[in-house]
T-cell receptor
Framework: AAGVIQSPRHLIKEKRETATLKCYPI?????VYWYQQGPGQDPQFLIS???????DKGSIPDRFSAQQFSDYHSELNMSSLELGDSALYFC???????????????FGPGTRLTVL | QKEVEQNSGPLSVPEGAIASLNCTYS??????FFWYRQYSGKSPELIMF????GDKEDGRFTAQLNKASQYVSLLIRDSQPSDSATYLC??????????FGGGTRLMVKP
């Protein structure tokens, strides 16, 4: 079965640079979520989109922005990168309109961002 | 206090034993709960979810939910070395985001 696709898988940037992470949800999934996982920590919710509209916002820094496009893929844009932004960034997708009993999120393989 | 709490472990069990992983949550509005397995450097992999009080079984895994006690657990029967990983408990509450516990590291020794 098709899974969530994320690109790139690894990214190395310098401080103050920008980065763009991409996420392609499972086909027919309408909701995308972004999580950040620092070393030794659990995933922290950043932001989510449902049908191309922002649906929830978590602990996302103002330096970060995201959007969901008409084909449901999403991009996380990160500017003025700091050393502390080094982490694994996961995208998850779900289908809120499938009529299922609960909203199950399936995670992509993640993008490992290293800021030097 | 975190909204979702787990013992960080490590929890060490011998191969073939039952591993019991526990999780508590503070938000009574939480509707459903998820268990994910995460190997080091990899993405969380869904094991199962539960939203009704009681037990839910899927193969070697049984999830238990007690809303009155705000307690969720995951039992792994016949534990295998390949089950060694970090197990993340997550709550789905207001909005659609997941709130994770810190995870419990499980070690299954041959």
């Amino acid at each position: 079965a098709a899974g969530v696709i994320q690109s790139p898988r690894h990214l190395i940037k310098e401080k103050r640079e920008t980065a763009t992470l991409k996420c392609y949800p499972i086909p027919r999934h309408d909701t995308v979520y972004w999580y950040q996982q620092g070393p030794g920590q659990d995933p922290q919710f950043l932001i989510s989109f449902y049908e191309k509209m922002q649906s929830d916002k978590g602990s996302i820094p103002d330096r970060f922005s995201a959007q969901q496009f008409s084909d449901y893929h999403s991009e996380l844009n990160m500017s003025s990168l700091e050393l502390g932004d080094s982490a694994l960034y996961f995208c998850a997708s779900s289908s809120l309109t499938s009529g299922g009993s609960t909203d199950t999120q399936y995670f992509g393989p993640g993008t490992r961002l290293t800021v030097l | 206090q975190k909204e979702v709490e787990q013992n960080s472990g490590p929890l060490s069990v011998p191969e073939g034993a039952i591993a019991s992983l526990n999780c508590t949550y503070s938000d009574r509005g939480s509707q459903s709960f998820f268990w994910y397995r995460q190997y080091s450097g990899k993405s969380p992999e869904l094991i199962m979810f539960i939203y009704s009080n009681g037990d839910k079984e899927d193969g070697r895994f049984t999830a238990q939910l007690n809303k009155a006690s705000q307690y969720v657990s995951l039992l792994i029967r016949d534990s295998q070395p390949s089950d060694s990983a970090t197990y993340l408990c997550a709550a789905h509450n207001a909005g659609n985001m997941l709130t994770f516990g810190g995870g419990t590291r499980l070690m299954v020794k041959p």
